[in-house]
């Protein structure tokens, strides 16, 4: 049997600060919409999540089936997106703009899937797509702040 040296090199600990938080992912995080004086904040998960790219790629087959083209539009990417991100990656809400006011997923697809709301949409899709959003080390030190 070998002994495990005391100071052993352990490449986990070298990639700390990159690891990310499984359960937040899934269990969702807090981000704050930026510009806007309602003070919402929307409990997504990752983009990662499978029911999501699940929805996303069968939404995109399904369009190309219809179409019968191989390519999708970007303006249809983009709807797919927001449709998949309101269904499957907002998870709650919270804030003085929806103060007392229990969780509506109708009125969040409803927001999202709105042309003229995208830049919502966008940010939150874009949140959820981010690594760093669920990153166990910047989780942990916001905790402490």
Do not use: C
């Not at 990159?18 to 969702?28: P, T």
């Not at 004086?37 to 499978?50: H, L, N, T, V």
């Not at 069968?58 to 449709?83: C, G, M």
């Amino acid at each position: 049997m070998v002994a495990k040296k005391q100071n052993a090199f352990n490449l986990a600990d070298a990639f700390s600060e990159v690891k990310r938080d499984l359960n937040a992912e899934n269990e969702g995080v807090w981000i704050p919409i930026p510009d806007i004086e309602q003070d919402i904040e929307f409990k997504i998960r990752s983009a990662d999540y499978d029911p999501y790219t699940t929805f996303v790629a069968k939404k995109i087959r399904q369009y190309k089936e219809q179409t019968r083209s191989k390519t999708v539009p970007d303006k249809r990417i983009n709807a797919i997106l927001a449709e998949g991100t309101a269904k499957h990656l907002v998870l709650d809400w919270r804030g003085k703009g929806v103060k007392g006011q229990a969780f509506d997923r109708e009125q969040v697809s409803a927001i999202f899937t709105d042309p003229s709301f995208s830049l919502v949409a966008d940010y939150v899709h874009d949140q959820a797509s981010k690594a760093a959003t669920f990153r166990q080390e910047l989780r942990e030190e916001a905790a402490k702040n």
